[in-house]
């Protein structure tokens, strides 16, 4: 199964934190804040995680380079020339989430810390056959 977590965003609520780090890799809880969403996703079943970023594109990079085999998933990217918003990194990696097979996947912003109950939403998604399910948290 794939995901795909957008990090393209950046991060300026958290500056000055993000002037050299995307906001997906300030630490959180002793390790950047995506790993926590990678490690959810791979208990749900997860085996290839794309990021679709923007920001410092050379910092992800170096993020796949370091925590790819430690976190046991195939991480790739899909890599917007411009800003396309929330929807347009998901058209631009279209090719890489859709085999044809009709299979569910995962689709995360990076900024989200919760427990994420992966393997519940994809349960209640297909026993519905929904077309999509989208997961809220409670502020």
Request: neutral net charge.
């Amino acid at each position: 199964m794939k995901a795909l977590i957008l990090v393209g965003g950046y991060g300026t609520r958290l500056r000055p934190l993000t002037l050299t780090v995307p906001k997906p890799l300030v630490d959180f809880c002793n390790k950047p804040m995506i790993c926590h969403q990678i490690e959810a996703l791979k208990a749900a079943g997860v085996t290839e995680v794309i990021l679709a970023i923007n920001y410092q594109p050379e910092v992800m990079m170096g993020f796949i380079k370091e925590w790819g085999d430690k976190l046991g998933v195939k991480i790739t990217c899909s890599q917007e020339t411009e800003p396309m918003g929330t929807a347009g990194p998901l058209a631009l990696a279209r090719h890489l989430l859709d085999d044809g097979s009709g299979k569910p996947f995962f689709v995360l912003n990076s900024d989200v810390v919760c427990p994420y109950p992966m393997k519940d939403m994809l349960d209640f998604h297909v026993a519905r056959e929904a077309e999509a399910t989208i997961l809220v948290t409670k502020a």
